[in-house]
């Protein structure tokens, strides 16, 4: 299934958008500010080491995309919110309260972990059309393949973006029982999105 280009859709995408690439550009800045932040290529590759980034570089170019009038297939939209609100939860649960951001740090931080998903997910809601049951396994596409490119890469370079998955710290054993109880955290998000979605589609 793909979307109605409506006005409307395409004017709140547009919104989504905007967000989500100033959160992601004050990110950047903010990064790059760090002492030691090296080059702007350095930065970027540090960057692309985060669920948060990527998944809000997704919501980016896909809201892009329902701006310019491309039907974007109803499978990816319902991954691109399942992601970004997971972004949300996972922050504001586990992860909110290990560091304290200043000034554009807290702005990106408050952009790419609150403002956009509740954006999304006002959005998903207004105007994708109606997921079926089967979408909660697409959903789970986006989560593993950063899973093994996270793991991958952390196996080279020693950089663990998240504490839970921090093989160093807490062993393979340790980081596959809390990835076991983040798939389980995506499907029971992802369940509850669909099922409300429906309810109101």
């Given at each position: 299934?793909?979307?109605?280009?409506?006005?409307?859709?395409?004017?709140?995408?547009?919104?989504?958008?905007?967000?989500?690439?100033?959160?992601?550009?004050?990110?950047?800045?903010?990064?790059?500010?760090?002492?030691?932040?090296?080059?702007?290529?350095?930065?970027?590759?540090?960057?692309?080491?985060?669920?948060?980034?990527?998944?809000?570089?997704?919501?980016?170019?896909?809201?892009?995309?329902?701006?310019?009038?491309?039907?974007?297939?109803?499978?990816?939209?319902?991954?691109?919110?399942?992601?970004?609100?997971?972004v949300g939860l996972v922050y504001h649960t586990?992860?909110?309260?290990?560091?304290?951001?200043?000034?554009?740090?807290?702005?990106?931080?408050?952009?790419?972990?609150?403002?956009?998903?509740?954006?999304?997910?006002?959005?998903?809601?207004?105007?994708?059309?109606?997921?079926?049951?089967?979408?909660?396994?697409?959903?789970?596409?986006?989560?593993?393949?950063?899973?093994?490119?996270?793991?991958?890469r952390g196996g080279v370079t020693g950089f663990?973006?998240?504490?839970?998955?921090?093989?160093?710290?807490?062993?393979?054993?340790?980081?596959?029982?809390?990835?076991?109880?983040?798939?389980?955290?995506?499907?029971?998000?992802?369940?509850?999105?669909?099922?409300?979605?429906?309810?109101?589609?």
């Amino acid at each position: 299934m793909t979307y109605p280009v409506s006005n409307a859709a395409r004017l709140a995408a547009l919104s989504v958008f905007v967000v989500a690439a100033l959160s992601l550009r004050m990110q950047f800045d903010a990064s790059r500010a760090l002492p030691g932040s090296g080059s702007a290529a350095d930065t970027l590759w540090r960057l692309a080491g985060y669920f948060t980034i990527l998944t809000n570089l997704l919501v980016a170019l896909m809201t892009a995309l329902v701006a310019l009038r491309w039907r974007v297939p109803g499978g990816l939209a319902y991954a691109a919110v399942l992601a970004i609100v997971m972004v949300g939860l996972v922050y504001h649960t586990l992860l909110a309260g290990l560091n304290d951001p200043q000034d554009l740090a807290w702005w990106a931080d408050q952009g790419l972990h609150t403002a956009v998903p509740l954006l999304m997910l006002g959005w998903w809601l207004m105007f994708a059309p109606v997921p079926r049951w089967q979408a909660l396994i697409s959903g789970m596409i986006w989560p593993m393949v950063y899973l093994i490119y996270a793991l991958l890469r952390g196996g080279v370079t020693g950089f663990w973006p998240y504490p839970f998955l921090d093989v160093a710290r807490l062993g393979w054993g340790g980081v596959a029982l809390n990835s076991a109880g983040m798939v389980l955290a995506f499907t029971g998000v992802g369940t509850v999105l669909i099922a409300l979605k429906r309810r109101l589609g």
